[in-house]
């Protein structure tokens, strides 16, 4: 029986880490690695005593002290002998005559029962499944306590959005936050590598007749929340590129202070100067002057009115039931995303906070018009491309884009 329990032992040591071949969060081949970690100790004995006994002929299983009655070749002879010994023992003492053909039989379900039993008090399996569920509870309860849903459009931009997902991944709390991407209808590499990313929800738009830029970026961003659960729902585009761990924190900790406070945001998110507001200022007064006498066209009264302002949806915090309940969504009134959405919640006596666009910078940037830049058919100049162009290879240099493309591990 002493023997038993040293291949019980042996057994034990090297089968319990088996259990690190279901840890579903790694990869095969990590799994493998670990379990060959966590066997290193018997590895290497098992190496250093068959090296021993190889090199040696001084040295032999016989000094080993008990491992000699493991590692024999005659163990199966020895365990088969002992097996028939137990079955006549339990056949004569214990069935009696009219039982004793089922010694066999009720030899190996007792030792089954025993080895089982044995195992469960031995290696606090029932304790380790009591963790598991434990475990699968607080995971359920994790991913129904998500805060915010982050909605990201897509259309037609591949590298940018490879640098946008792959921020979103370096810097966001998933603990927190889930993410839901809208393809609008790319046909391209992008759509291709927003399916490989399983970390992400993926949605296929299909245009519709009277699709425009902006109204099917308004109307992608409503078909995902629909499907939003999360207390908070957030907007950004596919050039707004995450720069700090706590980008989110920063949007949603005054909506957690302030119960009237129905969304969270900046207007443009453009750090410009002292001169170069003022240089706007002179500017768009000189255009209005223009305008009043001549009727020019170019003139735009939004530009400096405070109360004409929105939050823009390259970066947009709001209360997911507040939108919901008063039955708006982004594409309101087929404006500018948001814009309509905006003016409800606030005639409903909410308010929005404008983060200065110096503050937010500091947690995130945004291209401007990345898209249109880079798709020509959305209507775009060639003064525009050219100067676009321009901008962005700038910002990019400015976020190291170079190493988040190199750094595929971020899509994992």
Wanted: with cysteine; aromatic share 10%.
């Amino acid at each position: 029986m002493a023997a038993l329990f040293r291949i019980e032992g042996i057994a034990y040591l090297i089968g319990l880490p088996l259990l690190l071949i279901f840890a579903s969060h790694l990869n095969i081949t990590l799994r493998l690695r670990q379990y060959l970690i966590a066997n290193s100790f018997s590895l290497i004995a098992i190496m250093s005593i068959t090296v021993a006994t190889m090199i040696s002929n001084d040295i032999s299983m016989q000094n080993f002290g008990r491992l000699k009655e493991i590692f024999t070749p005659t163990l199966y002879q020895q365990l088969t002998n002992k097996f028939f010994t137990n079955t006549d023992i339990m056949a004569d003492q214990v069935l009696g005559s009219y039982l004793n053909e089922f010694a066999v039989q009720g030899f190996l379900i007792t030792f089954a029962y025993v080895l089982v039993v044995r195992a469960i008090s031995t290696t606090g399996l029932i304790n380790f499944e009591r963790a598991m569920l434990k475990t699968l509870s607080f995971e359920e309860n994790r991913l129904n306590n998500k805060q915010v849903t982050i909605l990201v459009p897509n259309y037609k931009t591949p590298e940018i959005t490879k640098i946008c997902m792959r921020l979103i991944r370096r810097y966001t709390n998933f603990n927190l936050a889930e993410v839901i991407v809208i393809d609008n209808n790319s046909n391209d590499a992008s759509l291709d590598y927003l399916k490989s990313l399983k970390w992400v929800t993926l949605i296929e738009r299909k245009p519709e007749s009277d699709d425009t830029g902006p109204l099917s970026h308004s109307r992608a961003l409503d078909l995902a929340l629909s499907q939003v659960k999360t207390p908070y729902v957030l907007s950004i585009h596919t050039d707004t590129f995450i720069k700090h761990i706590d980008w989110l924190d920063v949007l949603i900790e005054p909506m957690k202070k302030d119960p009237t406070l129905a969304g969270v945001s900046s207007w443009k998110l453009e750090s410009k100067t002292a001169i170069q507001k003022l240089g706007i200022q002179f500017e768009q007064t000189w255009k209005y002057i223009i305008h009043k006498l001549f009727s020019y066209q170019g003139y735009n009264k939004d530009r400096l009115d405070v109360d004409s302002q929105y939050l823009r949806s390259h970066c947009a915090l709001y209360r997911t039931d507040l939108i919901k309940a008063l039955n708006t969504n982004f594409s309101d009134g087929d404006q500018t995303a948001g814009k309509i959405m905006h003016q409800k919640i606030t005639k409903s006596g909410y308010r929005m906070l404008f983060l200065e666009s110096t503050y937010l910078g500091k947690y995130i940037d945004h291209l401007n018009h990345a898209t249109m830049v880079l798709n020509p058919e959305l209507g775009s100049s060639e003064k525009m491309r050219k100067s676009g162009n321009k901008r962005i290879q700038a910002k990019l240099r400015g976020i190291d884009a170079a190493e988040v493309l190199a750094n595929t591990s971020l899509d994992l």
